[in-house]
């Protein structure tokens, strides 16, 4: 059973920085893509950055030059900077991978309970 959990929420100032971090747990999978995603109150959840393990990166239109998304895969962990924080960030923040089951070669996705973010002008 594969488990994603993520850290760092919290609140941040207008301007400032902030860190989350996803660790993902278990046994017998193998990583294709961490992503991470946001939903505001009364908003859909959108798409804030993707990593492809040993690939690209791909951002939301609104954080590109903002965020850094990175990935260490000896740890099973992945981060998610957040730069120049504007108070439209604020939103629950989940991340989500693309797992590969190395013993039934299927592909799920898992996802974190998420993170809340709160960013004051």
């Known amino acids: 059973q594969v488990q994603l959990v993520e850290s760092g929420g919290g609140l941040a100032q207008v301007g400032g920085s902030r860190t989350l971090s996803c660790s993902v747990s278990?046994?017998?999978?193998?990583?294709?893509?961490m992503g991470w995603y946001r939903q505001a109150p009364s908003k859909q959840r959108e798409l804030v950055a993707t990593i492809v393990t040993v690939g690209p990166t791909t951002y939301g239109d609104s954080v590109k030059g903002r965020f850094i998304v990175s990935q260490d895969m000896t740890k099973n962990t992945g981060n998610l900077q957040m730069n120049s924080l504007k108070t439209e960030d604020t939103a629950v923040y989940y991340c989500?991978?693309?797992?590969?089951?190395?013993?039934?070669?299927?592909?799920?996705?898992?996802w974190g309970e998420g993170t809340q973010v709160t960013v004051s002008p």
């Open positions: 278990g046994s017998n999978f193998i990583i294709q893509v």
């Open positions: 989500q991978n693309q797992i590969t089951d190395t013993n039934s070669y299927l592909r799920k996705d898992y």
